[in-house]
């Protein structure tokens, strides 16, 4: 990331059934590595896809990837014919003859492209119909809102609605035929599970009470053992832990085996699932690990942000309120939260709940709130990015791990 002077986020593209389809790739310059142009900029973020470490992190997903008229007419997007990328550019590169040409010659060729704004004063060019258009669904509202979405499936597009944060306005989006959206995650999604929000908040608890970094004790055993879900949640877990070809069978073998640290490690990532099933979510388990591997990196980088484990029970719940659709302030009585917790759910003013600003931040990509942020607790907006994209590697093997075992 440091090599091309870039931060990136990706951000997930939904479907109207809420299921991820795609994912987004946002960029900024490091401060004080400006570029000359956005040319310059377009460049550098295919240096940076050549690496293939993004196309890796999205599993197989499209990754929808920004990129000017002119380095699209120059053929440096020719490298990535065998890769799922969709190629978005600005909508008025439509009036430009020579660029709609590139783009049709493209197209032959199999590469994909989207467009980026909803001035389209024309019906697309016929080998274009059917591609995605995405706009800022929060600088309009009402009327406006619903006529840009009519005049963009006039046009022959699948709009694509971005900054959709409220689910009032996605449903009524979905309704009016918009085909995707990207924005925060919303609570509660259509296949949230009430039966897992009981096993999820105890879950919290347990991993509350043990994230000052005491060493766990037999009670954490019983814990795992008692509820049968749990357990295979865990023992599916264990699967990326596990020493060489050994992957445990049982619960007991897992403890013998891996040892109770190890097992709280596994009742993390155990749990992230189990957020994912409670919210109606599948992306939040990805968001809940990498959040909390992040935070475990970055923790080290400052002073009075608490033990390492505190910091990964912050990434969990800092997904949690909207998983089990508690308030902030009701999750942290629930969880009976210490001080540090309590404030990453609420108020955060302290470090640690700082830190977690830090890290939304960049996974959103609001980058000057990212900049101002770093500046005030005086850490480097470059090591935000590489503890990000750690975390991001962190959550696709397990995520592998677990298609595996459910295999």
């Known amino acids: 990331m440091s090599a091309t002077a870039l931060l990136s986020t990706l951000l997930p593209v939904r479907d109207a059934r809420e299921r991820t389809i795609a994912y987004e790739l946002r960029t900024h310059p490091l401060a004080g590595h400006p570029f000359a142009s956005i040319d310059d900029e377009v460049r550098a973020t295919l240096t940076m896809l050549q690496r293939r470490e993004l ?11 920004p990129v000017s008229p002119s380095v699209l007419r120059g053929g440096a997007i020719t490298g990535f014919a065998s890769a799922d990328i969709v190629f978005f550019v600005a909508s008025d590169a439509l009036e430009d003859a ?6 049709e010659r493209y197209v032959s060729a199999g590469f994909k492209f989207g467009f980026v704004g909803a001035e389209l004063h024309a019906e697309l060019p016929e080998t274009l119909r059917g591609s995605p258009v995405a706009f800022d669904a929060g600088a309009l509202s009402g009327l406006m809102l619903a006529s840009t979405v009519q005049r963009l499936l006039d046009a022959g597009a699948r709009p694509i609605a971005r900054q959709v944060d409220d689910r009032a306005t996605r449903e009524r989006l979905r309704a009016s035929g918009v085909f995707a959206f990207t924005g925060r995650p919303l609570p509660r999604g259509r296949s949230a599970s009430n039966d897992a929000r009981p096993r999820v908040l105890r879950a919290l608890k347990l991993l509350t009470a043990l994230s000052d970094g005491r060493p766990p004790d037999a009670t954490f055993d019983q814990f795992v053992a008692s509820d049968p879900v749990v357990a295979q949640a865990v023992l599916r877990a264990t699967s990326s832990a596990a020493v060489g070809t050994t992957r445990p069978r049982t619960l007991t073998h897992a403890f013998t085996l891996l040892g109770r640290e190890e097992m709280i490690a596994r009742l993390v990532v155990a749990t992230s699932f189990l957020l994912g099933d409670c919210g109606g979510d599948p992306e939040l388990p990805a968001i809940a690990i990498r959040r909390s591997r992040s935070l475990e990196r970055l923790g080290g980088a400052l002073d009075r942000v608490g033990h390492p484990r505190l910091r990964v029970v912050a990434g969990l719940l800092s997904v949690a309120d909207g998983a089990t659709g508690m308030p902030s302030v009701m999750l942290a009585d629930e969880l009976q939260a210490p001080a540090a917790l309590r404030d990453s759910l609420v108020e955060r003013e302290l470090p640690l709940g700082a830190l977690l600003d830090v890290i939304e931040a960049h996974e959103y990509g609001w980058w000057d709130d990212l900049f101002a942020r770093c500046a005030a607790i005086g850490i480097a907006p470059s090591i935000v990015g590489d503890a990000w994209t750690e975390g991001w590697q962190h959550a696709r093997v397990e995520l ?8």
């Open 400 to 407: 592998a791990a677990r298609a595996v075992s459910d295999a």
């Open 98 to 103: 020579d660029t709609v040409r590139a783009m």
């Open 55 to 65: 196309l890796r992190a999205v599993r197989g997903k499209p990754l929808y990837v």
